[in-house]
């Protein structure tokens, strides 16, 4: 599996940046994918899931309401939506994707256990 991340940049608080991530995988539509961050200085974290069909996500509470995360399993790419940005979300961004395990498509995805990473993003939010 290899995942390409794209669409970061420097952006002013309260804007807003829409991240892409293209996956290389005959079975898109069977992994979980995800998103991380590292901010300098600081371990990597948990921001967004989706489910392998695309209906159900997670979010860290730290971006949730503003952040919106979505699929095309047609594409092969996820994508992140980011609004109303804040210089605490400045952080190379990473896409991952997990094999679901779960015969249920929409099951709630994982916040954990990704195996395979994309190179990252970086995303810079000034005050």
Do not use: H
Request: glycine share 10%; net charge positive; aromatic share 10%.
């Amino acid at each position: 599996v290899q995942l390409q991340a794209s669409g970061g940049g420097l952006v002013q608080a309260g804007g807003s940046l829409r991240l892409s991530c293209a996956a290389s995988v005959r079975t898109f539509s069977a992994y979980d994918m995800g998103w991380f961050r590292q901010a300098p200085g600081k371990e990597r974290e948990f921001v967004s899931a989706i489910s392998r069909d695309g209906r159900s996500a997670l979010y860290a509470d730290s971006v949730k309401g503003r952040f919106t995360m979505s699929r095309d399993n047609a594409k092969n790419t996820v994508s992140l939506q980011m609004d109303t940005l804040k210089p605490e979300d400045t952080a190379v961004y990473y896409c991952a994707a997990k094999i679901s395990l779960s015969p249920i498509p929409w099951s709630r995805p994982s916040d954990s256990g990704y195996s395979y990473w994309g190179q990252g993003t970086q995303v810079t939010v000034s005050s």
